[in-house]
């Protein structure tokens, strides 16, 4: 595996050590012997053909899965000693085709933040915030799930789990639904976030993160093949490295 040999500028935040995840539906691995620890303020793109793992990978970090080998540790603390619903308020998954759970935008946006009995006005302002910084209108405050488009859902799931302030935010093709336009306004947004918050993106637009991303994971088979800084990537080679696993996949079935 090639590794990122920078020294890293921030604290670490989360590490995996020696991480493994079976299929529990005939044992094969979805993951195999992942190592690899993210620093504060740290942008990873993952990336790989369908299937490498990616959002196992993510759902791992969330803990919505558990690993069947191998340990995860947020803090320096073991993810066991945490509870599931306080590790899911500093690491927030947004996933691929989120859901507002019969709520309109704004009661889904501000739902998190009265779980945590937030005063109103701070839930206000952080709605407000986040709101303006991805270009969501008030217009659509109103609207429940059935009024909105998938690219619209997108951009509220996202601004929902900002106004969190999550230590790491996890993004699964977060702009998959959405324009180029919109699509590189939101990964400017996060760019700029003040907070020193990680990011883990599972995306396929390449051309997107080559701009985003500080690091890049390469997954391939559930194995991590590369961690290397973005700014060393071989963009080209990544994509036909992918297009290959994905040609090969093909003309097995």
Excluded at 185 to 194: F, G
Excluded at 230 to 236: F, K, L, P, S
Excluded at 237 to 244: E, H, S, W
């Amino acid at each position: 595996m090639t590794t990122n040999s920078n020294s890293p500028s921030f604290e670490s935040i989360l590490k995996l050590v020696q991480v493994s995840l079976q299929s529990s539906l005939d044992s094969s691995y979805l993951l195999q012997d992942i190592s690899l620890e993210l620093y504060q303020r740290d942008k990873l793109a993952i990336v790989g053909a369908s299937g490498a793992g990616k959002t196992s990978l993510l759902r791992l970090l969330n803990r919505l899965i558990s690993p069947t080998e191998g340990k995860i540790y947020f803090a320096a603390i073991p993810f066991s000693e945490y509870s599931p619903v306080k590790l899911r308020q500093h690491i927030v998954l947004v996933s691929q085709e989120p859901k507002l759970l019969g709520m309109t935008v704004k009661e889904a946006l501000a739902y998190p933040l009265k779980l945590q009995q937030l005063p109103e006005n701070q839930i206000r302002q952080r709605i407000e915030t986040r709101s303006k910084a991805l270009r969501i209108p008030e217009a659509w405050f109103n609207r429940n799930e059935l009024q909105l488009s998938l690219g619209q859902r997108q951009l509220v799931a996202i601004a929902r789990a900002l106004v969190m302030q999550p230590k790491i935010l996890l993004l699964d093709e977060p702009t998959s639904a959405l324009d180029i336009g919109t699509a590189t306004h939101v990964l400017n947004t996060l760019s700029n976030l003040e907070a020193e918050t990680t990011i883990v993106m599972v995306t396929h637009q390449l051309e997107l993160v080559e701009k985003f991303a500080s690091r890049i994971l390469y997954l391939q088979q559930g194995k991590l093949l590369q961690d290397i800084p973005a700014n060393t990537a071989n963009w080209q080679l990544i994509r036909d490295k992918i297009l290959q696993v994905e040609t090969d996949m093909a003309e097995e079935w």
